[in-house]
């Protein structure tokens, strides 16, 4: 079975209380959680939060690199979480070892660095960021060609979803940067790119990484679903 989760994120202009507001304002159940820009203090208030919802699991969660094994078996007892993903160790040194749980079901995902082979052999496999993915086929050709070989022959854990731009902006974070992978979805075409992608690219469990609110992701979600036969 797919798991297409509505996600809260915690990236620049994402308000995840508001989120959390919303998870038994809509009635879910299950989630995919993105606490990679709070700090320790901060995720503890999200933690807080999230035990006073109804929420029952979050198969996915995006870790950030001061997260401990503590923190991650906290989440597995809690939450039954599934599968994570992190960003290369050369971007974000880990501040702990995650050694326990690399191999089973710690996921590696792309960034500009593509898919770093040795990262990958320490680690379960690969997390797709299809709108990174989509971006480096429209600007780095070279490193979209590295990156398909990558997923190719590891094994695919878990995967992003965000929204693809008709024209290039410029990154809100690094302004110096143009690029068309972005996490604020205005357009539901904006996931279209995703139909070119093969089917088996698409894992059991896909988070909608977008700073868009739960209840617009639903929406999103159920557009995505009438293409990507799941």
């Excluded at 009635?27 to 919802?53: D, N, S, V």
């Excluded at 660095?113 to 299809?130: S, W």
Aim: aromatic share 12%; with cysteine; glycine share 2%.
């Amino acid at each position: 079975m797919k798991h297409i989760l509505p996600t809260i994120t915690t990236t620049f202009g994402s308000n995840w209380k508001e989120k959390i507001k919303e998870i038994d304002k809509l009635g879910l159940k299950e989630i995919a959680l993105f606490p990679t820009c709070l700090k320790r203090e901060e995720r503890e208030e999200l933690y807080k939060m999230l035990k006073q919802t109804g929420l029952k699991e979050i198969p996915f969660v995006h870790l950030r690199n001061d997260i401990e094994e503590a923190e991650i078996e906290w989440l597995r007892q809690n939450y039954n979480t599934k599968v994570f993903n992190t960003h290369s160790e050369r971007l974000y040194p880990l501040k702990s070892s995650w050694d326990t749980y690399k191999k089973e079901f710690i996921f590696l995902e792309n960034t500009h660095l593509g898919f770093p082979e040795d990262e990958l052999n320490e680690y379960a496999g690969i997390c797709i960021d299809f709108s990174h993915l989509e971006n480096d086929r429209l600007l780095f050709p070279d490193r979209y060609e590295q990156s398909i070989r990558m997923i190719k022959n590891h094994k695919i854990g878990c995967a992003h979803l965000s929204a693809i731009k008709k024209e290039q902006r410029r990154d809100i974070e690094k302004p110096e940067e143009m690029r068309y992978d972005f996490h604020t979805l205005e357009n539901l075409s904006e996931m279209d790119y995703l139909k070119n992608y093969p089917k088996d690219f698409f894992p059991e469990y896909m988070a909608i990484e977008l700073e868009n609110s739960l209840e617009e992701q639903l929406e999103i979600k159920n557009y995505i679903m009438e293409f990507v036969k799941l």
